[in-house]
T-cell receptor, first 115, second 114 residues
């Protein structure tokens, strides 16, 4: 079975500081993909970043980077230089061959950026 | 390019009524997913299709829920009869191919059953 765990229901960060959102996963797949999505208060789901299980380098997209530690089965999202607009819900997700390529999501972490 | 299009955006209905949610995936995408989001249960995968064929419907909560995908450009999620506990945001999402391709979400259908 596949599972995504996000243990931080809520996080606070000061504007302009960096923040790490935790994500651990469980799978017996050898080949899988990990994703992060942002859901602002308006409700839409916005894709942020992707990491493949065979990618040797950590993924980066602008201020977002993914700290991928395969042996620990963790895929933490790092947001650098936080902005007020980063206040939102953040979801970690996984897609794997064993799961039939369906995408499953963690419970999410609500991030609050303080001015 | 148009994204995933869902309708209606908002629906308020009375308990016992039939509700039909509609989705048009991104053209060329071969996977389509229906998710439900609530405060209590988070984002749950209800059912997904590959090339219009239902692959896994284990997340469909009850027989009151059904989903169809008659062609590559259209899918429906039907609730009959609806109950107040079905109140949620229902997202449709689509993707092309498999692992490395992200899924793209529609804006969601906000359902309230009173």
């Amino acid at each position: 079975a596949q599972k995504i765990t996000q243990t931080q229901p809520g996080m606070f960060v000061q504007e302009k500081e960096a923040v790490t959102l935790d994500c651990t996963y469980d799978t017996s797949d050898q080949s899988y993909g990990l994703f992060w999505y942002k859901q602002p208060s308006s409700g839409e789901m916005i894709f942020l970043i992707y990491q493949g299980s065979y990618d040797e380098q950590n993924a980066t997209e602008g201020r977002y980077s993914l700290n991928f530690q395969k042996a620990r089965k963790s895929a933490n999202l790092v947001i650098s230089a936080s902005q007020l607009g980063d206040s939102a819900m953040y979801f970690c997700a996984m897609r794997g061959r064993i799961g039939g390529f369906k995408t499953i999501f963690g419970a999410g972490t609500r991030l609050f950026v303080k001015a | 390019d148009a994204g995933v299009i869902q309708s209606p955006r908002h629906e308020v209905t009375e308990m016992g009524q039939e509700v039909t949610l509609r989705c048009k995936p991104i053209s060329g995408h071969d996977y389509l997913f229906w998710y439900r989001q609530t405060m209590m249960r988070g984002l749950e995968l209800l059912i997904y299709f590959n090339n219009n064929v239902p692959i896994d419907d284990s997340g469909m909560p009850e027989d009151r829920f059904s989903a169809k995908m008659p062609n590559a450009s259209f899918s429906t999620l039907k609730i009959q009869p609806s109950e107040p506990r079905d109140s949620a945001v229902y997202f449709c999402a689509s993707s092309f191919g498999r692992l490395g391709n992200t899924i793209y979400f529609g804006e969601g259908s906000w359902l309230t059953v009173v």
